[in-house]
């Protein structure tokens, strides 16, 4: 079922514009169809933060299950806004106090760019740690992606990420290490996900530290994990909710700071993202531009639209798959109050009955 616009939140009418479904109000409240509501911590920076916000509620709504998906964007203070964001942040996000107060059927957690040289110095530290100190007690499921699978990992599991020699930025193949795991039902064997990052956490430290390791690969390593009981926290690296274009515009970002002089040598592509023809597209705009920057003329606009033309979404599918199992999960186990965790029945410890007997 389609997403519920319960709020005027902007992005509902460019999913709508987007061909996604996207049902009014009055129709949700007029419709005998249970509701899930779906927590969306948005910590991304101001100029990723509504991307950001569409491309995870896509994902929701791209899930077949018979539900209406009540989607609640919130934030943390801490973040550094501008005055511009942060009064889009005030005007249409749900304060975390109202949630909190509501209760959630599962969350999602995402990633923040981060300034200080360890976690625990951000001025968001201990905002995000009462997020997660709530949530582990009162909603179903938590699904962290990237920067927060790592506070989460050091909050809990006191592990510590490790800096990378150099950033993980591509599409990378992985593969499935646990077939018959109930969130993987219908996930390709092996899929591709995009990673961009500067930091990781290693498949032996998931391990190491009593988790679930999933999806992994030789070049990526760990895209996903799970907490020991198989569902109550869902630990992403990777970015299944990237758009085709979303690697082209951190690269063309990066191809910028180069002809400003931020950084000495053009960039390099994304790993395994751009096709032979994207690259040669690329190869002459960085030798037209870098020609022009000798000149000290303005460097010719970059050809975003002709470089999309010849990339490829090789993750969506497995993306929407595995959402589709995790909120299925979070359909058939979570209780209808949202004040109590799961169905009378369920166990906590072990929601999809996996262990021996369950």
């Not at 249970?34 to 995870?56: I, K, S």
């Not at 020699?165 to 593969?175: D, I, L, N, S, T």
Request: aromatic share 10%; proline share 7%; charged share 25%.
């Amino acid at each position: 079922m389609p997403l519920v616009a319960h709020s005027p939140l902007p992005t509902f009418d460019v999913l709508r514009a987007q061909g996604e479904t996207i049902l009014s109000l009055d129709r949700a409240v007029h419709q005998d169809i249970r509701e899930l509501h779906v927590g969306l911590l948005n910590m991304m920076p101001d100029a990723a933060l509504r991307v950001t916000e569409r491309q995870f509620m896509r994902l929701v709504g791209s899930c077949n299950q018979i539900v209406q998906f009540w989607v609640h964007p919130f934030s943390v203070p801490g973040l550094g806004r501008s005055d511009e964001t942060q009064a889009y942040i005030d005007r249409y996000y749900t304060p975390f106090d109202r949630l909190r107060e509501d209760g959630l059927d599962a969350l999602i957690i995402t990633g923040a760019n981060v300034a200080s040289p360890t976690l625990e110095a951000e001025p968001f530290w201990a905002p995000l740690q009462e997020v997660f100190d709530w949530a582990v007690e009162h909603v179903p499921s938590v699904l962290c992606s990237c920067l927060a699978t790592h506070a989460l990992l050091k909050h809990y599991h006191g592990v510590d990420r490790r800096r990378l020699p150099r950033k993980r930025w591509g599409v990378y193949r992985h593969r499935i290490t646990d077939r018959a795991h109930p969130l993987l039902r219908d996930v390709n064997t092996r899929f591709d996900v995009p990673h961009s990052r500067h930091n990781e956490i290693s498949a032996e430290q998931f391990r190491g530290a009593g988790l679930t390791v999933l999806a992994e690969s030789d070049q990526g390593d760990v895209h996903l994990a799970v907490s020991a009981d198989q569902f109550r926290v869902i630990y992403l690296q990777g970015h299944p909710e990237y758009d085709l274009e979303s690697l082209l515009k951190e690269y063309v970002r990066e191809v910028r700071r180069w002809l400003a002089g931020e950084i000495s040598d053009p960039p390099p592509y994304p790993e395994h993202y751009f096709s032979p023809e994207a690259a040669a597209v690329a190869d002459r705009y960085v030798e037209a531009a870098g020609a022009a920057r000798a000149r000290g003329t303005p460097a010719p606009p970059f050809p975003e639209a002709e470089i999309l033309g010849f990339l490829d979404n090789t993750w969506g599918d497995s993306g929407r798959a595995f959402f589709n199992n995790w909120l299925g999960w979070v359909y058939r186990l979570a209780h209808v109050d949202r004040h109590e965790l799961f169905m009378d029945g369920v166990d906590p410890h072990d929601p999809l009955g996996m262990s021996a007997g369950g």
